[in-house]
């Protein structure tokens, strides 16, 4: 069973920035697409970037220009950097794949303060 544990969030003021991190547990984890989702409060899950086996990316219109999503396929590990972060980032951020969707792990939650 895939298993997906994030890291990295935290509280931040505004303007702040911070680094979330995803190890996933696939020996075919180059293989697939991966995406990191926001949960804000009292929202539904949304997808805000991918970035494909070969490292192409796509972002959200909310997060682009602000978020640079990663991947290190000998880690089996994508990450989200987030820099010039806003109240309304604030959430619970999770990682999963894109074209296949493993077991949600526990997210990371990111609260950032006005």
């Known amino acids: 069973q895939v298993q997906l544990v994030e890291s990295g969030g935290g509280l931040v003021q505004a303007g702040g920035s911070l680094r979330l991190s995803c190890t996933v547990s696939?020996?075919?984890?180059?293989?697939?697409?991966m995406g990191w989702y926001r949960q804000a409060p009292g929202k539904q899950r949304e997808v805000i970037a991918t970035?494909?086996?070969?490292?192409?990316?796509n972002y959200a219109d909310s997060v682009k220009g602000r978020f640079t999503i990663s991947r290190d396929n000998t880690k089996n590990t994508v990450y989200l950097q987030m820099n010039n972060l806003k109240p309304e980032d604030t959430g619970v951020y999770y990682c999963?794949?894109?074209?296949?969707?493993?077991?949600w792990g526990q997210g990371t939650q990111v609260t950032v303060s006005s």
């Open positions: 999963n794949g894109i074209r296949t969707l493993w077991r």
């Open positions: 696939k020996s075919a984890f180059s293989s697939n697409p």
């Open positions: 970035v494909s086996s070969v490292h192409l990316t």
